[in-house]
């Protein structure tokens, strides 16, 4: 069974920073797009930002220059590095992974459990 298991979301002040990151564990064959995605109360969940096997990324036009998604491939883990949070980036943040569980096999969709991260003004 495949988890992705989120941690580091938090309590900050506006123009702090937090550190997000998403381990996937279990039984599969690879894993390809990785990234994240957030709802705030009241909206629809919307990407942050993304990160294929081979390292492209993608950001939200809200969270570029401010946010940096990462992976470690050996991990099985992204990251995602928030600086300069602004109020308007509360909200839970989903851990998102294509993964693929045996040879052949497509890949699929898997999310996290989601972690909230609070930004006071």
């Known amino acids: 069974q495949v988890q992705l298991v989120e941690s580091g979301g938090g309590l900050v002040q506006a123009g702090g920073s937090l550190r997000l990151s998403c381990a996937a564990s279990g039984s599969f064959f690879s894993i390809n797009a990785m990234g994240w995605y957030r709802q705030a109360p009241g909206k629809q969940r919307e990407l942050v930002a993304a990160i294929t096997s081979g390292g492209s990324t993608n950001y939200a036009d809200s969270v570029k220059g401010r946010f940096t998604v990462s992976r470690d491939n050996a991990k099985n883990t992204v990251y995602l590095q928030m600086n300069s949070l602004k109020p308007e980036d509360t909200a839970v943040y989903y851990c998102?992974?294509?993964?693929?569980?045996?040879?052949?096999?497509?890949?699929?969709?898997?999310w996290g459990q989601g972690t909230l991260v609070t930004v006071s003004s």
């Open positions: 998102n992974a294509a993964i693929s569980l045996a040879y052949g096999y497509r890949y699929r969709e898997f």
